[in-house]
């Protein structure tokens, strides 16, 4: 589709002579089946019982290590971090406790850069009008925080996951995708999961909770996004517990 604007372009702005060859009326659309899935809470508390150093040894087989330890004192942190806040990858690791805004003395949200539209519109410069975005501190998110130190290092530049790590933060968001997938391996779902779908499963549950306004939350331009490409339409509103046919 995007070669396509590209040639409707060239052709109805631009006035050049060319025939749309990746036109839909020439080609035809492969049908698309958008199946989105999410991590249940049994699977990710199934998943955090099993995230042990015993667990984290990959044997490998095509290369001149022989095994990858998947295991750090903090990946159990970042999974939970993940999940509670439902920000991606580059958010997380770059997290730090000057971040956590507070009002009247109560930490309320966390403040973080959005990376991928910033880096899309090439807003690189401190003077840049940059996208930020806002987490709402849920309650499993505030237990996490004192358990990282909140309480101790608030307000300062200390990160919240792997803080003394003397790994880049691009190094160590790579670790987190490959712990993860590693580990959720091991639960033998047969779904393909991985850490991206920890986002999925906090705006499916914030959407469901919120009926319809994750949007308003999560940054994105409205409910039509979420739909497509976050809410798990398998995860229903706790509210349909009580709706009945017959009674």
């Known amino acids: 589709d995007t070669v396509s604007q590209l040639f409707n372009f060239l052709i109805e702005i631009k006035q050049y002579e060319l025939v749309n060859f ?18 249940s809470i049994q699977e990710f508390s199934e998943l955090l019982n099993l995230t042990k150093p015993e667990n984290g040894v990959e044997e490998l087989k095509m290369s001149k290590k022989k095994h990858k330890n998947h295991y750090y004192s903090w ?10 806040t439902g920000r991606r990858r580059d958010e997380i690791v770059n997290m730090k406790f000057s971040d956590i805004k507070e009002i009247d003395g109560l930490p309320i949200y966390i403040e973080t850069e959005d990376y991928k539209y910033n880096l899309r519109n090439n807003l690189f410069d401190k003077n840049d009008n940059k996208k930020f975005n806002y987490t709402p501190i849920i309650a499993d998110l505030f237990q996490l925080l004192i358990k990282l130190g909140y309480n101790e290092f ?24 490959k712990s993860f997938t590693f580990y959720y391996s091991q639960l033998k779902t047969k779904k393909k999961i991985s850490f991206k779908h920890l986002r999925k499963t906090y705006i499916t549950l914030l959407n469901n909770f919120t009926n ?3 949007n308003s939350i999560t940054g994105h331009s409205g409910q039509a996004i979420i739909l497509k490409n976050y809410h798990d339409q398998k995860v229903f509103n706790n509210a349909l517990q009580n709706f009945k046919i017959i009674s």
């Open 75 to 84: 990946i159990k942190d970042a999974f939970e971090l993940g999940l509670y």
């Open 212 to 214: 319809g306004l994750a």
């Open 22 to 39: 990746f036109s839909s009326k020439i080609v035809k659309r492969k049908t698309i089946n958008s199946r989105i899935d999410s991590v």
């Open 154 to 177: 608030k307000g300062t530049d200390r990160y919240l996951i792997a803080p003394d790590s003397k790994k880049t933060r691009i190094t160590i968001k790579n670790d987190i995708s």
